[in-house]
C-alpha cells in the first residue's frame, strides 16, 4: 500500500508540534478571563475574526462531501452543496442584522443572550438552559460527522482503520484546543486560511495542465454513467447511484435547500465570533471578508473533482468489478454491516495475513497485486465512495511536499472546525449551566477546568456517535435536515415576534430536539426534505 513519504510525514508532524505549542503559549493569555477564553477578550481585528470565519466554513468533512457530489453531479452539485449549505447563503443575512442584533446584548453566549430577551425569570432560566441542550446536541451531530471524515480522510494516508485515526485526530483536538480557547481557534483558523490559498493555486494548475484536451462529456459519463454531468440545468429526475438515491429528484432538492437556507439564515447571528466582534460595523466588514475568502474553495473543489474523475477511470476501466468485489468480501467475511465497512477494508488492506487465502486471492484476481489504493475507493453497495475521491487524488496526483502541505490545509480545516464546535458548546455549558446554576461563585480556574472536562465529555460522544454512522452525508442531512427544523421555529420566532415568550421558545426546544433524535433513530436514511416536514410538523 502506498502511503506517505518522510517529507510529507515531517511536514504534518511538524504542523502538529506547532499547533501545541501555539496551544502552551496561548494558555495564560486565554486562561485571564471568561471573555478572554471564550471571546479573546473581543479585542480581536475584524480581518482576523473574517479569515477565521471563513476557515470555520471550509472543514475537511464538508470539503470531502462537496467533492463526491461534484463528483456524481458536476455543476449541478450546486444546487444541492451549494443550497445546502457549501455556498453559505445565510450570510446575508448574518452580515446585514442578525450578526449586530446578537453582539450589542453584549453577552457572551446564545444561551445567556436567553436572560436578555426574556428577562431572568424562571420561563427565562428555563429557555436558557434548552438553549445549552439544543446547542450542545447540534454540536454532537457536528463533531460526529466531523470525526467520520476525518477518519475516512486519514486512513488513506496512515497504516490505521478510520476509526484509529478518528481517535488520533480527537486526542490532538483535546490537547489543543483546551489549552488555548478562542485564541487558539483564530490562530489555527488564519494558518489554516494561508494554507488553503497556496493549495487553491496548485490543485486548479495541476487539474489544467492534466485535462488539456481532453473531452469532458465522454469521460464523465464512462466514469459516472450519468449522460447530463458536464450539463448546468436542474433536471426533474436525474441518475443517482446506490445510497443516494433520495436526491434523485434534482428540482425538488434544491428547491427545498434553497427554501431551507432562507428561513435558516433568518435564526442565525448567535456565533462567538460576533459576540466578541468590537463593534457593529465589524460585523458586518467580517462577515464581508469571509464571503469573498470563501469563493477560494470552489476552485479547489472542481480541481480535486476533475483530477477524480482521471483517477477512477484509470483505477477501474470497467466498472463491474467494483459489484464483484464488494460481494466477494462479503461472501467471506459475513454479514458486515454498513457503518463497518471501512473498518473491514482497513483490515484487509493493513494485514491481509489475517485473512482468508481465497478472499486475498480473489481480491487481487479482480483489482491486481496492488489492490489497497483501489479497495479503499469501494463503498459498501459495490459503488465508488465518492467520499474518498479528494484523499485518493492527495495520494496519487499530488507529488510529495505539497501533497503533505494541503493534507495540513487540510488537518488545519478540521482543527478549525473541531476548535470552533468545542470552544462554542463548552462555553454554553460553563457559562450558561455551571457559572449560571451549579457554582455562581466559582473562580476562574474552576470555570476553565470545568470547561475541559465537559470539552472532553462532549468530544468522546461525538466520536461514539461517528462509529455508528454510515457515512458523512447520512450525518450531514440529518444536522441539515431533521436537526435544523427542531431547532428553526423557535430561533427565527425569538427574534422576530415580540410577543413570543420564554416558555414557548423551551418548550419548541425540547419538543423539536426530541423529535429530531427519535427520526433518526427509527428513519435515519429518510430523504432530508421529508426529515425536515416530520420534526417541523411535530
Known amino acids: 500500500m502506498k502511503y506517505l513519504n518522510y517529507v510529507d510525514y515531517g511536514i504534518i508532524l511538524g504542523y502538529l508540534l506547532v499547533l501545541l505549542a501555539i496551544g502552551q503559549f496561548l494558555k495564560k493569555r486565554a486562561s485571564a478571563s471568561m471573555e478572554d477564553y471564550f471571546l479573546g477578550g473581543r479585542k480581536m481585528p475584524w480581518w482576523a475574526l473574517g479569515m477565521s470565519s471563513m476557515a470555520a466554513w471550509v472543514d475537511m468533512t464538508g470539503t470531502m462531501v462537496i467533492v463526491?457530489?461534484?463528483?456524481?453531479?458536476?455543476?449541478?452539485?450546486?444546487?444541492?452543496?451549494?443550497?445546502?449549505?457549501?455556498?453559505?447563503?445565510?450570510?446575508?443575512?448574518?452580515?446585514?442584522?442578525?450578526?449586530?442584533?446578537?453582539?450589542?446584548?453584549?453577552?457572551?453566549?446564545?444561551?445567556e443572550w436567553m436572560v436578555f430577551r426574556f428577562g431572568n425569570d424562571k420561563w427565562a432560566k428555563f429557555a436558557r438552559v434548552t438553549s445549552v441542550i439544543g446547542a450542545v446536541g447540534g454540536v454532537l451531530g457536528l463533531l460526529a460527522y466531523s470525526f467520520k471524515g476525518a477518519g475516512l480522510f486519514l486512513s488513506m494516508f496512515l497504516p490505521f482503520s478510520p476509526m484509529t485515526c478518528s481517535v488520533i485526530m480527537m486526542i490532538v483536538t483535546i490537547a489543543y484546543t483546551m489549552e488555548a480557547g478562542f485564541y487558539g481557534v483564530i490562530v489555527t483558523d488564519i494558518f489554516q486560511s494561508i494554507c488553503i490559498w497556496i493549495a487553491v493555486i496548485f490543485i486548479v494548475i495541476v487539474a489544467m495542465i492534466k485535462t488539456t484536451g481532453i473531452d469532458f462529456t465522454a469521460l464523465s459519463t464512462s466514469v459516472t454513467g450519468n449522460n447530463n454531468w458536464v450539463s448546468t440545468f436542474p433536471q426533474w429526475k436525474t441518475e443517482m447511484p446506490a445510497g443516494y438515491e433520495n436526491y434523485s429528484f434534482l428540482t425538488l432538492a434544491g428547491g427545498y435547500f434553497l427554501l431551507k437556507m432562507f428561513f435558516q439564515g433568518l435564526g442565525t447571528g448567535a456565533d462567538p465570533k460576533y459576540f466578541g466582534a468590537r463593534s457593529d460595523r465589524e460585523c458586518g466588514l467580517l462577515n464581508f471578508m469571509c464571503g469573498w475568502l470563501m469563493m477560494l474553495r470552489w476552485p479547489l473543489m472542481l480541481g480535486f473533482t476533475i483530477l477524480g474523475l482521471l483517477l477512477v477511470k484509470s483505477f477501474f476501466p470497467d466498472?463491474?468489478?467494483?459489484?464483484?468485489?464488494?460481494?466477494?468480501?462479503?461472501?467471506?467475511?459475513?454479514?458486515i454491516p454498513n457503518y463497518k465497512w471501512e473498518e473491514v477494508t482497513a483490515a484487509i488492506i493493513n494485514n491481509p495475513a489475517a485473512q482468508p487465502a481465497d478472499l486475498i486471492t480473489g481480491i487481487k484476481a479482480l483489482l491486481g497485486e496492488d489492490f489497497a489504493p483501489k479497495l479503499m475507493l469501494i463503498k459498501f453497495n459495490g459503488t465508488i465512495n465518492p467520499e474518498r475521491i479528494l484523499p485518493a487524488v492527495l495520494l496519487h496526483d499530488v507529488p510529495m511536499g505539497m501533497r503533505g502541505l494541503i493534507i495540513v490545509a487540510l488537518l488545519a480545516a478540521a482543527m478549525s472546525t473541531f476548535n470552533s464546535l468545542i470552544n462554542y458548546a463548552t462555553g454554553f455549558f460553563t457559562r450558561d449551566i455551571w457559572q449560571a446554576y451549579v457554582r455562581p461563585k466559582a473562580s476562574n480556574k474552576e470555570l476553565i477546568s470545568i470547561s475541559w472536562a465537559f470539552g472532553f465529555l462532549l468530544v468522546v460522544s461525538g466520536f461514539i456517535m461517528a462509529y455508528y454512522t454510515t457515512s458523512i452525508n447520512q450525518i450531514w442531512g440529518w444536522v441539515m435536515g431533521g436537526l435544523a427544523a427542531g431547532f428553526a421555529v423557535p430561533s427565527i420566532l425569538r427574534l422576530y415576534w415580540w410577543r413570543f415568550n420564554a416558555g414557548g421558545y423551551g418548550i419548541g426546544m425540547i419538543v423539536g430536539m426530541a423529535a429530531a433524535f427519535v427520526q433518526n433513530h427509527f428513519w435515519p436514511n429518510l430523504a432530508e426534505?421529508?426529515?425536515?416536514?416530520?420534526?417541523l410538523g411535530t
Open 68 to 111: 463526491s457530489f461534484l463528483y456524481l453531479l458536476g455543476p449541478r452539485a450546486m444546487y444541492i452543496e451549494g443550497f445546502r449549505g457549501g455556498a453559505c447563503l445565510v450570510l446575508v443575512f448574518i452580515m446585514l442584522f442578525t450578526a449586530k442584533w446578537h453582539r450589542r446584548s453584549g453577552v457572551i453566549t446564545g444561551a
Open 319 to 335: 466498472h463491474t468489478i467494483l459489484t464483484q468485489t464488494a460481494d466477494l468480501i462479503k461472501s467471506h467475511l459475513g454479514n
Open 529 to 535: 426534505w421529508f426529515q425536515f416536514t416530520y420534526v
